[in-house]
Structures are given as C-alpha cells and as structure tokens.
C-alpha cells in the first residue's frame, strides 16, 4: 500500500502534440494533484521578452527580462493559469508570435537556470504534482516517481495541433518540425527522452486508453 504522506511527482515530457497538456491534466485530476506546464512559463517569458522589444539575438537582456518579470502559476488542473506581473496572460502565451519566438527565449541558458529553480520551488511544496514538459525527467524533476516521455508520429501530432489552432496541418507541420529542431539541439537542457522513462506513443490511442494506462503505471511503481 502505498504511504500517502510521501510526496508523489509524476513527469511527462515530449513534443509538442504528443498529448501531454491534456493527458497531464487529466491524471492530475485522477490523482487530486496539482498539475504544472512548465511550457506556459516559458512562453510567459517570451510574451514579457516581446513586450519590452527585446530582440530575440540578445540573450543578455532576454535574461534580465527573465529575472524581472513576476510569474504567478496556477497549478489546480481544473483551472491552471498563469499571470506576467499580475495580469493574466493564458490567451496571449498561445498566440503565434509567442509560438515563434519561444524556443529562442528558451534556448537561453540563463532563462532556462530562472525557470528551472522556480519550477522546483513549485514541486517542493506539493505533495502531489504531475509536471509536463520538454525537460522533467532530464533537468527538473530526475527524482520522479514516474517519468513518460510522450510521443506521437509527425502526421498525428500536426493533424492535433492544427485542429487546435484553426491552422492549416501543412503550416503546423512546418513549424512544429521547425520547434523540435531547436528544442532538440540547443546546448541547454535540450529535449530528450530519460534513460528511465516509459516512452508511450500516442499516435493511435485515444486520451482515455493514454490516462487509463499512466494510471496502471503509477499503481506498479507507488505500490
């Protein structure tokens, strides 16, 4: 049986479109945890890095935005959120330009060094958490309890996407080539798969079957 004082961390990595927002959410809920997207705190930074003009070839000031802006992350999976100096910004961190410019914010060690101790700030004081994004299981959280890196094939992944942002599935594909490129080969704590993680690909199953079978792994490795 499992002891439910001892804190539960659960991280899920992979690319964009591999089902990790959704899946992550909902095992969250399954679990009464908290849920955090690391990613939305990312593109938070990059939407204060647009706003103050910053050109996206200085890592310098893209840092001092980094280390001035005030992130507030809502980690409940029924309702996350998260707000840039107090106001929110759920709408705007999804929009293209943030889209574009967010792997380049990203890649930015120092921004990434910000991000990741806040991160694990956020992990520390829960005592249930299912964590997702494109470094979990590598940089933010190696501990887990369970880590699942998430994967899907190309075609899937754009067809999601595209149907999520009203886009055509050619663009999406383009762009989402185009991200995990950078997200894969940038020097910092690139996108890779844990040696102990569960890879899991989503292409032909649907949200339930993926929840349903994150669930059964959590029951192997919290018993």
């Known amino acids: ?98 889209t574009q410019a967010v792997s380049a914010v990203s890649a930015v060690p120092a921004v990434r060094s910000i991000l990741v101790a806040q991160q694990r700030d956020i992990i520390a004081v829960a005592q249930r958490i299912v964590v997702e994004g494109r470094d979990i299981g590598t940089v933010v959280a190696p501990g887990a309890d369970l880590k699942v890196y998430l994967t899907a094939s190309a075609d899937e992944r754009a067809r999601r996407r595209s149907s999520e942002n009203a886009t055509t599935q050619a663009a999406t594909a383009a762009d989402l080539a185009r991200r995990d490129k950078l997200d894969s080969t940038r020097a910092a704590d690139p996108l890779r798969q844990a040696e102990d993680a569960v890879v899991l690909d989503t292409t032909a199953l649907g949200i339930d079957e993926v929840v349903e079978r994150l669930q059964r792994m959590l029951e192997t490795v919290t018993a």
Do not use: C, H, W
């Open 1 to 98: 049986m499992r002891d439910e004082s001892r804190q539960l961390v659960v991280a899920v990595d992979g690319p964009s479109g591999s089902g990790k927002s959704t899946i992550s959410r909902r095992v969250a809920q399954a679990l009464d945890a908290q849920y955090l997207d690391t990613g939305a705190m990312y593109r938070a930074v990059t939407f204060a890095v647009l706003r103050a003009g910053v050109d996206l070839n200085d890592a310098d000031k893209i840092t001092a935005v980094a280390e001035t802006v005030a992130l507030e992350v809502g980690t409940d999976p029924a309702g996350p959120y998260i707000k840039v100096d107090g106001v929110g910004v759920d709408r705007e961190i999804r929009g293209p330009e943030v």
